[in-house]
């Protein structure tokens, strides 16, 4: 018999913090970098990490770690290596050339998890994008990410300066095919969202794993894929719902998550317009994860970039049945819930109803039968 079962791959990781950073931050971006490995189906066996003021401007880590790192990618037969941050084009091909293995950095892993998960053809066109024109200015003589696309398999060794060019031209090839690919699906989704105009819209954001595909299945009764994973959705789910006689649409966006690429949050733009256009947003945040308040920082960042942070929102902090004491609640309205065991969700659905209605207000200000909207 021939086993045709993907093995997963054998990978270690690589951090490098400042001398200031505490010993708990650095495990927890540790234990994140992880979590997202294994969502790519990446087993680590290792760990390393290191104190630098700066990482090193040609390997990211110093030489006595990349001898380390190099060791143990000899002696546990490891697959991947993958690093905490960006690695610049330069950085890259030096440790390709050092280790010669498959490298992986933070913004291509994230990429790839948003790869595996994309389900329609507006978000694979937006990740496939986002991946194509990060690739673009880090392809080496070693690079193995392109294989899907150039039908090939395995690491490629002394393909030289000719078979990269001609890579580098596939890509801007698909770059422009996607583009326009893209401006034909953003034209329809501007159709879409402009014939919702007059009705309230409320979207959901928060860290990624933080419980909103969760609690969009409980405020919509209605089956959204939820799961104990990162990037668990990556396209907008848009549902139609009543509270208290009062109906909108509610939709549950793609996680948030710190050191996001800047070139998915540009690619994603059409589709996080679902978070600039509403007129609520519930901020969902994992109120049993230690580093909540961060996460918070995280998302608030990321919706002033994409110019949505002066909307109403509500924050929800979820995952309260995990925690032994009630938090202090932040600034502005929020609330405390648990949408595994339902505690507070009524309380959620009244206070949002009553926002809903105050929206409502504002568009209908002289209309007093919801039913007929």
């Given at each position: 018999m021939?086993?045709?079962?993907?093995?997963?791959?054998?990978?270690?990781?690589?951090?490098?913090?400042?001398?200031s950073?505490?010993e708990?931050?650095?495990?927890?971006?540790?234990?994140?970098?992880?979590?997202?490995?294994?969502?790519?189906?990446?087993?680590?066996?290792?760990?390393?990490t290191q104190?630098?003021?700066?990482p090193?401007?040609?390997t990211?880590?110093?030489k006595?770690?990349?001898?380390?790192i190099h060791?143990?990618c000899?002696?546990?037969?490891?697959?991947?290596?993958?690093?905490?941050d960006d690695?610049?084009?330069s950085q890259?091909?030096?440790?390709e050339?050092e280790l010669?293995i498959?490298?992986?950095?933070?913004?291509l892993?994230i990429?790839?998890?948003?790869?595996?998960r994309?389900k329609?053809a507006?978000?694979?066109?937006q990740?496939?994008?986002?991946?194509?024109?990060?690739?673009?200015?880090r392809?080496t003589r070693?690079?193995?990410?392109?294989?899907r696309q150039?039908?090939g398999?395995?690491t490629?060794?002394g393909?030289?300066?000719?078979?990269?060019?001609?890579?580098?031209?596939?890509?801007r090839?698909?770059?422009n095919?996607?583009k326009?690919?893209?401006?034909k699906i953003?034209?329809q989704?501007?159709?879409?969202?402009k014939?919702?105009?007059g009705?309230?819209?409320?979207a959901?954001v928060g860290?990624?794993?933080a419980?909103?595909s969760?609690?969009?299945n409980i405020l919509?009764?209605?089956?959204?894929?939820?799961?104990d994973e990162?990037?668990a959705?990556v396209?907008?789910t848009?549902?139609?719902?009543?509270?208290?006689?009062?109906?909108?649409l509610?939709?549950?966006?793609v996680?948030?998550?710190?050191?996001?690429?800047h070139?998915?949050?540009?690619?994603?733009?059409?589709?996080l317009?679902?978070?600039?256009?509403?007129d609520?947003l519930?901020?969902?945040?994992?109120a049993?994860?230690?580093?909540?308040?961060d996460?918070?920082?995280?998302v608030?960042?990321t919706?002033a970039?994409?110019?949505?942070?002066n909307?109403?929102?509500?924050?929800?902090?979820?995952?309260?049945?995990?925690?032994?004491?009630?938090?202090a609640?932040?600034k502005?309205m929020?609330?405390?819930?648990?949408?595994k065991t339902g505690k507070?969700?009524?309380?959620l659905?009244d206070?949002?109803?009553?926002?809903v209605?105050?929206?409502?207000?504002k568009?209908?200000?002289?209309?007093?039968h919801?039913?007929?909207?």
């Amino acid at each position: 018999m021939i086993e045709t079962a993907k093995k997963n791959e054998r990978g270690i990781l690589v951090a490098v913090g400042s001398k200031s950073e505490s010993e708990e931050r650095m495990t927890e971006m540790m234990d994140e970098l992880e979590f997202l490995s294994q969502t790519l189906q990446i087993d680590i066996v290792g760990k390393f990490t290191q104190r630098l003021e700066h990482p090193d401007s040609k390997t990211f880590v110093g030489k006595g770690k990349l001898e380390e790192i190099h060791t143990a990618c000899t002696m546990d037969d490891i697959d991947v290596v993958v690093f905490d941050d960006d690695l610049s084009p330069s950085q890259l091909r030096n440790l390709e050339r050092e280790l010669k293995i498959k490298i992986y950095d933070r913004s291509l892993l994230i990429l790839d998890i948003f790869l595996k998960r994309a389900k329609t053809a507006q978000a694979k066109t937006q990740v496939e994008l986002a991946r194509y024109q990060y690739l673009l200015p880090r392809l080496t003589r070693m690079w193995t990410h392109l294989e899907r696309q150039r039908g090939g398999t395995g690491t490629r060794g002394g393909a030289g300066e000719k078979e990269i060019e001609t890579d580098r031209r596939i890509i801007r090839d698909q770059i422009n095919v996607l583009k326009k690919k893209l401006e034909k699906i953003e034209k329809q989704s501007l159709t879409q969202r402009k014939s919702r105009t007059g009705i309230v819209r409320v979207a959901l954001v928060g860290y990624t794993n933080a419980g909103k595909s969760t609690l969009m299945n409980i405020l919509s009764k209605e089956k959204v894929y939820a799961k104990d994973e990162l990037f668990a959705t990556v396209d907008s789910t848009v549902r139609k719902v009543v509270l208290n006689n009062l109906p909108f649409l509610l939709s549950d966006t793609v996680g948030f998550i710190r050191k996001l690429p800047h070139s998915l949050i540009e690619s994603f733009k059409s589709t996080l317009a679902e978070v600039r256009e509403a007129d609520i947003l519930l901020h969902v945040i994992d109120a049993s994860n230690p580093s909540h308040e961060d996460h918070i920082q995280v998302v608030d960042e990321t919706l002033a970039e994409i110019e949505a942070g002066n909307i109403t929102t509500i924050r929800v902090y979820n995952k309260i049945d995990k925690i032994e004491e009630p938090i202090a609640n932040g600034k502005g309205m929020s609330i405390q819930i648990s949408a595994k065991t339902g505690k507070g969700v009524q309380e959620l659905r009244d206070l949002l109803a009553e926002e809903v209605k105050k929206v409502h207000m504002k568009i209908y200000p002289n209309y007093m039968h919801p039913e007929v909207y």
